[in-house]
């Protein structure tokens, strides 16, 4: 996909194929039209490592070219100057809005781009860790656009949807991971979906080069060299 000339890449997992949409049905279901080109975008908001970035280069990999992946938290160092030309995308997936929040320049930029994007006909998707009203976003202007997009609040998973999703990001490796192992993870790992890939890519590896399958004692054994 073609991206900022900055070297971003999107996650090769990040697919809708590979995220567990339970109480999300909605919101995956109107991220996949925004990919399809249709709608004007959404404000997506929820506790860290609840999914958000997932989901915004999972439409990005489904929309392709016509698409721009901007992770706010990463590229606040480098300046707004990195916002120039993006409307001319069809689908501009902004993360992490909340992280320049209270910058002027950031925010006069952000303006800019918002205007651009609406008055284009192009579609805007934003995540933050909280709702667009409670962000606290100090040009009114910019508030008022950004409160008119829908808004979606991306629900965390409980235990047992936590085991599913690892099964799910598991398969979609070529994984097999069995009940009580994905069990065995979440009570021997942090339980943010974040580290709990992290651990569950490591095993894939581990698992890789020792030629064996995710059972408990290879498992217990792998996490004790980590």
């Known amino acids: 996909m073609s991206q900022l000339a900055l ?17 999300n049905e909605a919101l995956v279901s109107e991220l996949t039209e ?20 997932h989901l915004l280069q999972a439409v ?11 992770p706010l938290r990463m590229l606040a160092d480098a300046g707004p100057g990195i916002l120039d030309g993006l409307a001319s995308r069809d689908l501009i997936c902004i993360d992490d809005l909340d992280s320049v929040a209270g910058d ?18 192009r579609i805007l998707v934003v995540s933050a860790v909280m709702s667009p009203r409670e962000c606290p976003i100090e040009l009114p202007d910019l508030q008022s656009r950004l409160v008119r997009l829908p808004t979606f609040r991306v629900r965390p998973l409980d235990d047992n949807e936590r085991v599913s999703a690892l099964q799910l990001r598991a398969k979609h490796r070529g994984l097999d991971l069995p009940d009580d192992t994905a069990r065995f993870l979440l009570k021997r790992s942090r ?15 581990a698992a ?8 408990i004692p290879f498992v217990k054994d792998v996490m004790k060299e980590m």
């Open 208 to 215: 890789l080069r020792a030629k064996r399958r995710l059972t």
């Open 34 to 53: 925004f990919a399809d080109g249709k709608g004007q975008g959404c404000w997506l908001w929820g506790p860290v490592a609840t999914g958000k970035t």
């Open 104 to 121: 002027a320049a950031w925010e006069n930029a952000l303006f800019d781009l918002c205007n651009q994007i609406l008055d284009a006909n």
């Open 7 to 23: 070297p971003l890449r999107l996650a090769d997992h990040a697919v809708f194929e590979s995220f567990l949409n339970t109480g």
């Open 191 to 205: 339980r943010d979906m974040a580290s709990l890939y992290d651990v569950l890519d490591k095993l894939d590896l």
């Open 60 to 70: 990005c990999d489904r929309a392709g070219d016509q698409s721009v992946y901007v």
